[in-house]
């Protein structure tokens, strides 16, 4: 269920609040001309040696969040309003929060100005105001759109991609049926998974949805946030900690953070890379790529509940010549959604039980959060909670940029740490 006054779930009789996916690491701020050497996960991705293969050009990522400012250096140029759907404009461009400008960028922005670089800088932004709870204003949320109707914008869109960091506990119909319109016109959906793994974990819509890919977070090590929602819903991980963004909504500093949203907002700039290397891959053959390549050290028929297939890795995808991305028109999570493999879907279907399948195949190896995956004893990396703030102040153990490629970029087995698969 959606917190939206003009909507009831016909499912749930509460209502539950739709947030954001992320949150502050730091109370302070850095100065704009230092975001982009924090960007670790630009190096660990290999980001120089992929913009010489594919920058992201003629694809179009649809924002869905808390609006896009498209007046920062690092965004002018890139987000395309007039694409916006009719019943999508209102306030469009005004963001009540700073996080959805700040995922704006972690996909398509230039780097102008010393802001963020973005992994797909010449990808272009369409952009989906939603009502989330960071909107306090009960009138501007009437006016603004629920989920459901924001996927529906989006789908309506010439976004091949949607990207939606944000979520809630609760089911709606109505936003199931959106991802499945979505899903049905050729889209690629990436959602967050959520922020509560080390807060009761609980479930997180609509990355618990059918035709949502659930993207995790993880750090410079490859090990999961000890944050990071788990459970059947994880398809793939991607950088999450110690990331930059707006630190509010007057979009003056940026500050360091962690969630899952930006995990999201990186999957969804990865696969802007692989579609516009690859135009005439559908959606499908773009996720399926990412699987086969995802790193992992266990086997890929076993998703870890917390990493699901593994580390996206779009190098992996574009450094490889004459890659087979499979079937255009089988979905590949059939096994994992209890789906008949040999049926012809779109990508993401999942069980259309108000949740992904209970069939899934069995987790993968054994190996307790935050420690080496095969050893079973090694030294965590997940965070403490800051005691002496009393806030989600959280620290981590920061390895160095070479290491780094090596777990995220590198041929090998990409991951040295994974959290524990049930």
């Not at 049926?343 to 195949?361: H, N, R, V």
Request: hydrophobic letters at 35%.
């Amino acid at each position: 269920m959606r917190r939206n006054a003009r909507r009831l779930s016909a499912v749930c009789s509460v209502l539950g609040a739709l947030a954001i996916a992320s949150a502050g690491l730091a109370p302070g701020a850095v100065a704009a001309d230092g975001v982009q050497s924090k960007q670790w996960y630009l190096d660990a991705m290999g980001a120089k040696e992929i913009w010489k293969y594919s920058t992201g050009k003629g694809v179009k990522v649809a924002v869905i969040d808390t609006g896009v400012n498209p007046d920062t250096p690092s965004l002018k140029g890139q987000v395309l309003v007039d694409e916006v759907p009719k019943v999508a404009k209102y306030h469009v461009t005004q963001d009540y929060d700073g996080h959805g400008t700040s995922i704006a960028e972690v996909i398509a922005g230039t780097g102008a100005g010393g802001g963020i670089k973005g992994l797909a800088p010449e990808a272009k932004i369409i952009p989906i105001r939603v009502g989330l709870d960071q909107l306090k204003d009960e009138d501007e949320r009437a006016k603004s759109l629920t989920s459901a109707e924001a996927i529906r914008a989006a789908a309506d869109s010439d976004a091949k991609i949607i990207n939606m960091s944000y979520g809630s506990e609760y089911y709606a119909e109505e936003e199931e049926e959106a991802l499945k319109y979505a899903a049905s016109k050729g889209k690629l959906l990436f959602a967050s998974t959520g922020n509560t793994g080390d807060r009761g974990n609980k479930r997180n819509y609509p990355s618990m949805d059918p035709y949502a890919i659930g993207v995790g977070a993880i750090d410079k090590t490859g090990t999961v946030g000890n944050f990071s929602s788990y459970g059947n819903q994880v398809d793939l991980a991607a950088p999450g900690l110690d990331v930059q963004g707006y630190c509010d909504k007057t979009l003056t500093k940026y500050c360091t953070q962690y969630g899952t949203s930006f995990a999201s907002a990186i999957a969804s700039a990865s696969a802007a890379l692989v579609w516009s290397a690859h135009p005439d891959w559908t959606a499908n053959q773009v996720l399926r790529s990412f699987i086969d390549t995802a790193g992992r050290t266990w086997a890929k028929n076993k998703p870890s509940k917390y990493l699901g297939y593994g580390i996206i890795r779009p190098r992996r995808v574009l450094i490889a010549k004459n890659i087979d991305p499979g079937p255009a028109n089988r979905d590949p999570l059939a096994a994992e959604n209890g789906a008949d493999p040999d049926e012809d879907i779109t990508a993401g279907g999942k069980s259309s039980d108000g949740g992904k399948s209970s069939t899934a195949p069995s987790e993968g190896a054994s190996v307790k959060p935050g420690e080496k995956a095969g050893t079973g004893n090694g030294s965590t990396s997940a965070a403490a909670k800051d005691t002496t703030s009393g806030s989600s102040t959280q620290t981590w153990v920061i390895i160095g940029a070479a290491a780094a490629v090596l777990i995220i970029g590198g041929a090998g087995f990409a991951v040295l740490r994974a959290r524990r698969n049930a």
